[in-house]
């Protein structure tokens, strides 16, 4: 799996990229949880019951909902579950349609990803032009898992990692410390 290969395209959506196959581990997720209202329910759309989105979630008391195309739920053809906020870390190959597609349902969201080339290609500078989002950025690089089997995230992208989100932050920048051992 190579990080640098983020524009590589899945042949088409419902398609696993082996490209998108990193896990995200619990320090990147953590600086969420403060800006979440108690008990506010969330959907993972691109997580197993193995992700540490579901488990750090669940943990501080949300109720998750996860869904994932190994269990045939493509998020962009699934019905929208009852939730408040949609949290995750999409497919980067996807991103422009991922962000479409989430401003299309109009949750609020928080979406974890490389911040180099965001909004560049015509279609997601007019996209996120025409839509209000905010940006959580970090002081550190964030490394990945390559497998929930892994005890260490041993990916390095060589590239900052930023959550776009949607009516979560209280302003349209926020600056966080990640706590990265
Ligand atoms: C970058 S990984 C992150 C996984 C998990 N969210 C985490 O952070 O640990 C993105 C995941 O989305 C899955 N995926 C790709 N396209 C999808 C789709 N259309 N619907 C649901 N999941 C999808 C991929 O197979 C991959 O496991």
């Given at each position: 799996?190579?990080?640098?290969?983020?524009?590589?395209?899945?042949?088409?959506?419902?398609?696993?990229?082996?490209?998108?196959?990193?896990?995200?581990?619990?320090?990147?997720?953590?600086?969420?949880?403060?800006?979440?209202?108690?008990?506010?329910r969330?959907?993972?759309?691109?997580?197993?019951?193995?992700?540490?989105?579901?488990?750090?979630?669940?943990?501080?008391?949300?109720?998750?909902?996860?869904?994932?195309?190994?269990?045939?739920?493509?998020?962009?053809?699934?019905?929208?579950?009852?939730?408040?906020?949609?949290i995750?870390n999409?497919?980067?190959?996807?991103?422009?349609?991922?962000?479409?597609?989430?401003?299309?349902?109009?949750?609020?969201?928080?979406?974890l990803?490389?911040?180099?080339?965001?909004?560049?290609?015509?279609?997601?500078?007019?996209?996120?032009?025409?839509?209000?989002?905010?940006?959580?950025?970090?002081?550190?690089?964030?490394?990945?898992f390559?497998?929930?089997?892994?005890?260490k995230?041993?990916?390095?992208?060589p590239?900052?990692?930023?959550?776009?989100?949607?009516?979560?932050?209280?302003?349209?920048?926020?600056?966080?410390?990640?706590?990265?051992?």
């Open positions: 799996m190579k990080l640098d290969l983020i524009t590589n395209k899945a042949e088409k959506q419902g398609e696993v990229n082996p490209n998108d196959e990193f896990y995200t581990p619990n320090y990147a997720i953590a600086p969420l949880l403060k800006y979440l209202p108690k008990g506010s969330i959907w993972c759309p691109f997580d197993t019951q193995e992700s540490n989105y579901v488990k750090m979630l669940a943990e501080n008391g949300h109720p998750v909902v996860w869904s994932h195309l190994c269990t045939n739920q493509d998020f962009f053809t699934m019905e929208v579950p009852e939730c408040d906020y949609i995750s999409p497919p980067y190959s996807l991103k422009a349609e991922v962000f479409e597609r989430l401003f299309e349902i109009g949750k609020p969201f928080a979406m990803v490389g911040v180099v080339g965001i909004f560049e290609s015509q279609r997601r500078f007019t996209m996120f032009k025409n839509n209000d989002f905010e940006i959580m950025y970090f002081d550190k690089r964030i490394s990945y390559k497998s929930y089997a892994d005890q995230p041993s990916l390095n992208p590239f900052s990692s930023v959550y776009i989100c949607k009516d979560l932050l209280p302003k349209q920048i926020v600056f966080e410390a990640l706590a990265k051992k």
